[in-house]
């Protein structure tokens, strides 16, 4: 296959997908046709098959797609820090894209449509927790494991760390989102609080001093 036709494909597959995103997301998997994501997205059924062998399949390429395009928002902006001061910036910094991107009314979408589905098809339940939190946590660890290294940090486990850091911020905020559907978000002097208190805990267990 040529690289024209290789282009051709591959922004087919990319209809496909921001087709199906939105219906999945409006109308729920049970309630979206292969038809209608295909009608949506100018292309025969046909080709939404030839992209994706099923229904399941389509619905793991998008979770696979908004929690990978999520999680590398989240961890482009890392920086090591010289000192500690800018250690704290940074944890700052990233405590605000996490609730960002976690937070995003899409994203919360998507985490209630994947629940409502995991037990039927698990696959869904692993995607999104390995390509969101669990990618998050990662890359948190691997900054953190350097941290330590540098003297910054006193921290045995980087991914225990990480994943302690990572519900200090997004534990409460995450779970009051998805179960209180359509309550108005943290304000911005409660948001600078909540970091800050869990940047504090946090420090509080693993600072060098």
């Known amino acids: 296959m040529d690289e024209q036709a290789l282009g051709r494909t591959a922004r087919k597959r990319q209809m496909v997908l921001d087709a199906a995103r939105e219906l999945f997301l409006h109308q729920g998997f049970a309630g979206t046709s292969m038809d209608e994501v295909a009608a949506r997205a100018g292309v025969s059924k046909q080709t939404v098959y030839k992209q994706f062998a099923s229904k399941e399949a389509l619905f793991l390429g998008i979770v696979h797609s908004m929690t990978g395009a999520a999680s590398d928002r989240v961890q482009v902006e890392m920086r090591d ?7 704290v910036a940074e944890l700052h910094g990233h405590a605000d894209r996490l609730m960002t991107i976690a937070l995003a009314p899409r994203l919360l979408q998507l985490r209630r449509l994947v629940i409502s589905e995991a ?24 900054a953190l494991g350097r941290w330590s290294d540098q003297g910054l940090l006193a921290i045995d486990d980087p991914l225990v760390a990480a994943t302690q850091f990572n519900w200090l ?12 559907v359509g309550e108005k978000p943290m304000g911005p002097a409660r948001r600078k609080a909540h970091i800050a208190s869990g940047v504090h805990v946090f420090l509080a267990a693993y600072s060098a001093a």
């Open 81 to 87: 820090p010289a000192d500690t001061e800018q250690l």
């Open 169 to 180: 911020i997004m534990g409460e905020p995450v779970n009051r989102a998805m179960f209180y």
């Open 119 to 142: 037990t039927r098809f698990p696959e869904l339940g692993k995607a999104l927790y390995e390509g969101g939190p669990g990618r998050a946590i990662a890359g948190l660890a691997t």
